[in-house]
């Protein structure tokens, strides 16, 4: 894999003349607008615009999609700066620092960013942190506490809560990763219908999956987001030449004001953990569990998919809400007695909402059928407690019993996965490998 991150290794490579600075930020959008990814961009331009130099791709860090104050798919980003002297190192923190307050949608008053600045190696207390707010719930505190021990410069911008994203986007370990290119908009066009050629799209898709995947679902155009945020389109890949390749090939007719390859944590499964057994399970936390299927599946209202999953240790209702699609048909197959391993994540009301499936075994299914005749001919009820006739050759049979008959399943083991548009930032398709 093309990993060209080099924010956790390179400590030693920045010679003694230079100054290694990461940065951090997050929550400075609001749902009505903007975009952390773009405001990060606009400061690397900024900065490399003043002959600062910023070393390697920014990262875009996905952190725990069950936080409570997400605005769309919690990300954070940072970078790496390589400064001369203090002297840049101050010019550049004030640059990033007043665009920060400049760009942020400060009037949100669910909108609280955190910006920080660390000039220290990234430590294995800062690597688990970041994973610790990936897969739990963390409390600001908890941050601060980290910050003041590592000596991180923090900056709190009203509550300041985006401080988590922006120490776990600068202290993720990237062993798995994926590219994301990202295209802006011109800002007179936010919140405009986005003027993304289909076709090219499709192209694209022929030519470049599956290093750039996720690109269409059931042919329509996946890449492009359906908020009034900058973002024209996002390419995911496994590299950063392919996702390049694949912006070369999708046509629009609309400015695009700039682009940026993020490398990324995104579509590698860092968010799961491995449950001991169900009972283990906590909400706003997402996990790989193994179980049996307790009961049928059954619609509820609103179109989703419920059913039970069951070990020695408890039981958990597993969910395929309505927007996953065809992979609810999938659900609906399966039978009491099926084992399973579900990906997925305990909601607010408990419920495992299923992100991948893989099918283990299968239970036998039988039918019970009226026997056949020596003729061949399936026979028919000759009336209760009076056994069977034959309706071609009239021979009859006393015996009631029924004849018990193993039922072909139409599911077959292995992997099933929610289709792109209902698929988590974090989730790993099975494209990618299991
Ligand atoms: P976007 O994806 O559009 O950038 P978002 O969904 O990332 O928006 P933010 O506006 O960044 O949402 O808000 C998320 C907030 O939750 C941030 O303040 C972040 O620091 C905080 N946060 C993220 N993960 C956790 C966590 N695991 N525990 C507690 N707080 C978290």
Same mark, same amino acid.
């Given at each position: 894999m093309n990993n060209i991150d080099t924010a956790n290794s390179d400590?030693?490579?920045? %010679?003694?003349d230079s100054f290694k600075v990461y940065v951090g930020m997050d929550d400075t959008d609001s749902a009505s607008g903007m975009c952390t990814t773009y405001i990060c961009c606009v400061i690397m331009d900024r900065l490399k615009a003043c002959g600062f130099r910023v070393d390697g791709p920014p990262r875009l860090i996905r952190l725990?999609?069950? =936080? @409570?104050?997400? #605005?769309? *798919?919690n990300g954070a980003v940072s970078f790496k700066m390589v400064l001369k002297s203090e002297k840049e190192i101050i010019n550049a923190k004030k640059l990033i620092f007043d665009l920060v307050n400049e760009l942020s949608?400060?009037?949100?008053?669910?909108t609280n960013p955190g910006l920080v600045f660390y000039e220290g190696e990234v430590t294995p207390e800062l690597q688990s942190f970041a994973l610790k707010t990936i897969r739990t719930i963390v409390k600001q505190a908890e941050a601060e506490k980290l910050a003041d021990k590592l000596g991180v410069e923090l900056f709190k911008f009203k509550? *300041?809560?985006g401080i988590i994203g922006s120490l776990a986007a600068i202290g993720c370990p990237l062993d798995d990763v994926t590219y994301e290119l990202l295209a802006y908009r011109d800002? +007179?066009?936010? *919140?405009?219908?986005r003027l993304v050629d289909a076709e090219s799209v499709r192209e694209m898709n022929r030519k470049t999956y599956p290093d750039t995947?996720? %690109?269409?679902?059931e042919g329509y155009? =996946?890449?492009? @987001?359906? #908020? @009034?945020? @900058?973002?024209l389109y996002g390419i995911r890949g496994e590299t950063e030449d392919a996702v390049l390749e694949a912006h070369k090939l999708v046509n629009v007719s609309?400015?695009?004001e700039r682009f940026k390859v993020f490398i990324t944590n995104?579509? #590698?499964?860092?968010?799961l953990q491995v449950a001991g %057994?169900? +009972?283990k399970m906590e909400q706003f936390q997402c996990y790989i569990v193994k179980g049996q299927v307790k009961d049928l599946p059954v619609v509820i209202e609103g179109g989703h998919v419920i059913f039970t999953l069951i070990d020695e240790s408890g039981e958990v209702e597993c969910a395929a809400y309505e927007p996953t699609k065809q992979f609810r048909e999938l659900v609906r197959q399966l039978f009491p007695g099926d084992q399973l391993i579900v990906y997925g994540g305990i909601g607010r009301k408990g419920t495992l909402n299923v992100e991948k499936i893989q099918i283990i075994n299968l239970a036998a299914l039988y039918k019970y059928v009226n026997p056949l005749c020596e003729c061949g001919k399936r026979m028919k009820s000759a009336g209760t407690g009076k056994g069977y006739k034959c309706p071609q050759c009239g021979n009859k049979i006393r015996n009631d019993a029924k004849e018990k008959v193993k039922v072909e399943r139409t599911l077959k083991k292995g992997f099933y996965e929610v289709p792109p548009s209902a698929r988590r930032h974090l989730s790993k398709p099975l494209v990618r490998g299991t």
């Open positions: 400590f030693n490579s920045v %010679n003694s725990n999609p069950f =936080a @409570p104050y997400k #605005t769309r *798919g949608v400060m009037e949100d008053p669910k509550k *300041g809560r800002p +007179a066009n936010y *919140g405009k219908k995947f996720d %690109n269409l679902d155009v =996946a890449i492009t @987001p359906h #908020t @009034p945020c @900058p973002v609309e400015p695009i995104q579509h #590698t499964d860092m968010h %057994n169900i +009972a």
